[in-house]
Structure formats: C-alpha cells, structure tokens
C-alpha cells in the first residue's frame, strides 16, 4: 500500500491595486494639454485602471474597443497627416466606458464618459 503526499495547494497571488498597461511602443502622437471631466475622474477613482495606463494605451495606437471604421479612421489620421481627431474607447467595468479624444491639432486630448460628449 502506498501513501499519496499530499501536495502544496497554490496561493493566491495578490492583486494590483491598480491596472497598468505598460506600452512597449513608442508614442506615436503627441497628446498635447490632458483634460479630464469630472465623471471621467470618478469613474476611473473606483475602477482598476489609471488615468496614465489609459493616455499609454491610446498614445500607443491602441484604441480599445472601438468599431473597425472608428479605428481605421484613427490610422487614417495617423499614416496620412490627415486632419482628424483621434478616438479611443475603453471599457473601464461592466456599467462603464470611458473615451479618450485627442483634437486634430493635437493640441489637447481629453478623457470623457460618452454621455459628456
């Protein structure tokens, strides 16, 4: 007869405060003035994510969940020098989305919840 040893039940890992999404890319727009509405401010005080892994995420050409003709747009704005604004989306939680707008002059970039818009 033999004797199984039980072995070590894994631990749970601790969980980040906070959600950071290092970018690896290069910046490939500047974003100007960052601006902020209030809503956008709270929304993302009581989610996992910060305001900065956000601005990475979007700098870096990834525009979240954004529809194909949304994204092509954005590329479009980016390889062409076309005039256009760049837009960015991003599920923060279930109940909540947040938009991350950089005007076509690049002059400010602007984190919003949709209904602000």
């Given at each position: 007869m033999t004797n199984?040893?039980?072995q070590p039940q894994p631990q749970p890992q601790p969980q980040p405060q906070s959600q950071t999404i290092a970018s690896t890319h290069q910046p490939k727009f500047s974003l100007g003035q960052?601006?902020?509405t209030p809503g956008a401010l709270?929304?993302?005080s009581h989610?996992?994510?910060t305001v900065q892994a956000l601005l990475d995420q979007h700098q870096a050409g990834d525009w979240g969940q954004l529809d194909p003709e949304d994204a092509a747009m954005n590329?479009?704005?980016l390889t062409a020098n076309e005039e256009q604004r760049?837009?960015?989306s991003y599920q923060i939680n279930p109940e909540c989305k947040i938009w991350i707008i950089?005007?076509?002059d690049r002059s400010v970039t602007t984190l919003l919840l949709p209904s602000e818009y």
């Amino acid at each position: 007869m033999t004797n199984t040893i039980p072995q070590p039940q894994p631990q749970p890992q601790p969980q980040p405060q906070s959600q950071t999404i290092a970018s690896t890319h290069q910046p490939k727009f500047s974003l100007g003035q960052i601006v902020a509405t209030p809503g956008a401010l709270d929304a993302l005080s009581h989610s996992a994510y910060t305001v900065q892994a956000l601005l990475d995420q979007h700098q870096a050409g990834d525009w979240g969940q954004l529809d194909p003709e949304d994204a092509a747009m954005n590329e479009l704005a980016l390889t062409a020098n076309e005039e256009q604004r760049l837009l960015s989306s991003y599920q923060i939680n279930p109940e909540c989305k947040i938009w991350i707008i950089t005007e076509w002059d690049r002059s400010v970039t602007t984190l919003l919840l949709p209904s602000e818009y």
